[in-house]
């Protein structure tokens, strides 16, 4: 897994991953070198292997050797910004993205459930108190004309002792009604990142 830190983001990351204010200029509390580290996992979907970072299930909707970078980037007011990146997709489509509990594996059904800040007790995860995008990482997508698309999260508050591992790229824009919230058709993708 290719996965950055601290100060060598800020020097691979393109800077439209840092835009509207992610690390903006305004008096800090501590600085950002004693806080959370930014992350930044890049990827050429492939099939599945060890150490593969970023792994398609579904080669026709991702094809091998499209790309994808995932960013987190703390904040000083303890939010963070996690932003999804994703180029030679399909052309003009719609995908839904989040980000999952486990790395990703063989199947896409190993990298587990949506990370939750608050754990819905039921699996799969449907109920909106639940499955919605403030409670979980949503980075719907859609593509433009070359297949390339970008989408952008931001979470109210940081990652503590549960982390994260991966996020996958589903067939649809994710659902929002009761009964279907979270669900976003087959796991077509997943992208390993050490949030």
Same mark, same amino acid.
């Not at 501590?30 to 080669?59: K, M, N, W």
């Not at 994808?68 to 489509?93: C, E, F, H, I, K």
């Not at 980000?99 to 063989?106: E, F, I, L, Y």
């Not at 980075?139 to 109210?156: C, H, I, K, M, P």
């Given at each position: 897994?290719?996965?950055? *830190?601290?100060?060598?983001?800020?020097?691979?990351?393109? =800077?439209? =991953?840092?835009?509207?204010?992610?690390?903006?200029? *305004?008096?800090?509390?501590?600085?950002?070198?004693?806080?959370?580290?930014?992350? %930044?996992?890049?990827? *050429?979907? &492939?099939?599945?292997?060890?150490?593969?970072?970023?792994?398609?299930?579904?080669?026709?909707?991702?094809?091998?050797?499209?790309?994808?970078?995932? &960013?987190?980037?703390?904040? &000083?007011?303890?939010?963070?910004?996690?932003?999804?990146? &994703?180029?030679?997709?399909?052309?003009?489509?719609?995908?839904?993205?989040?980000?999952?509990?486990?790395?990703?594996?063989?199947?896409?059904?190993?990298?587990?459930?949506?990370?939750?800040?608050?754990?819905?007790?039921?699996?799969?995860?449907?109920?909106?108190?639940?499955?919605?995008? *403030?409670?979980?990482?949503?980075?719907?997508?859609?593509?433009?004309?070359?297949?390339?698309?970008?989408?952008?999260?931001?979470?109210?508050?940081?990652?503590?002792?549960?982390?994260? /591992?991966?996020?996958?790229? /589903?067939?649809?824009?994710?659902?929002?009604?009761?009964? /279907?919230?979270?669900?976003?058709?087959?796991? %077509?993708?997943?992208?390993?990142?050490?949030?």
């Amino acid at each position: 897994m290719m996965a950055v *830190r601290a100060g060598v983001v800020a020097m691979v990351m393109p =800077l439209t =991953l840092l835009s509207e204010g992610a690390l903006a200029a *305004r008096p800090q509390p501590e600085p950002l070198s004693r806080g959370p580290e930014p992350v %930044l996992a890049l990827g *050429r979907f &492939a099939g599945y292997g060890h150490g593969q970072t970023a792994v398609t299930y579904d080669p026709k909707l991702v094809p091998a050797g499209s790309a994808a970078a995932v &960013a987190y980037v703390p904040t &000083a007011d303890g939010r963070a910004s996690v932003q999804l990146r &994703a180029q030679g997709l399909l052309p003009n489509r719609k995908y839904g993205a989040h980000v999952h509990t486990n790395a990703c594996g063989a199947k896409g059904e190993d990298a587990g459930p949506h990370f939750q800040h608050v754990q819905d007790p039921k699996t799969p995860s449907t109920d909106p108190k639940y499955a919605n995008p *403030r409670n979980e990482i949503w980075l719907d997508l859609t593509t433009d004309g070359q297949g390339n698309g970008f989408s952008r999260a931001t979470v109210e508050r940081r990652f503590a002792e549960r982390r994260p /591992h991966s996020v996958i790229v /589903h067939a649809d824009h994710t659902h929002t009604g009761a009964g /279907h919230a979270g669900q976003a058709g087959p796991r %077509l993708a997943c992208i390993n990142v050490d949030f």
